[in-house]
Every structure is written in C-alpha cells, then in structure tokens.
C-alpha cells in the first residue's frame, strides 16, 4: 500500500502561528512585520500544496479503487 504524505497542514500551522504573532504587534500603528508577510505567503503556498495533494491523492486513491474491484 502506497504511503500518503500531507504537507499542506504544516505550512497551514505555520501560517498561522505567524499570524498570530502579527496578530499580537499590531497594536502599533502601520505596523507591517515580517511576521505579517510570513503569514500571508505561507497561508498561499499551503492552499497551493492542498491543490497539488489533493490531484495526487485522488489519482492514487482511483487506482486503489480499481484493485478492489472483481
């Protein structure tokens, strides 16, 4: 059986523990960290990967599909 590896939830936690840290130096005004871009690059690479997992797992899981069948 082929082994399945998701990335996608990795690059979602770090997204948002950037956000939340951006979150928490936003009291200053026209504050703009590093962590504010990291969160906002992160969170679009993580729906990518979601996008490029999901075709992969669905051409995976069809094959599994038709090994079962009679």
């Known amino acids: 059986m082929p082994q399945v590896s998701i990335h ?3 690059l ?8 939340e ?15 504010s871009i990291t969160a906002i690059v992160m ?4 729906a990518e990967a979601f996008i490029n ?8 899981f069809s094959g599994w599909t038709s090994s079962f069948r009679p």
């Open 53 to 60: 997992e999901l075709a992969e797992d669905i051409e995976l």
């Open 21 to 35: 840290r951006a979150r928490g130096d936003a009291q200053r005004p026209n504050a703009l960290t590093l962590d």
């Open 8 to 10: 996608c939830v990795q």
């Open 43 to 46: 969170a679009a690479t993580a």
């Open 12 to 19: 979602m936690h770090i997204a948002f523990d950037a956000a």
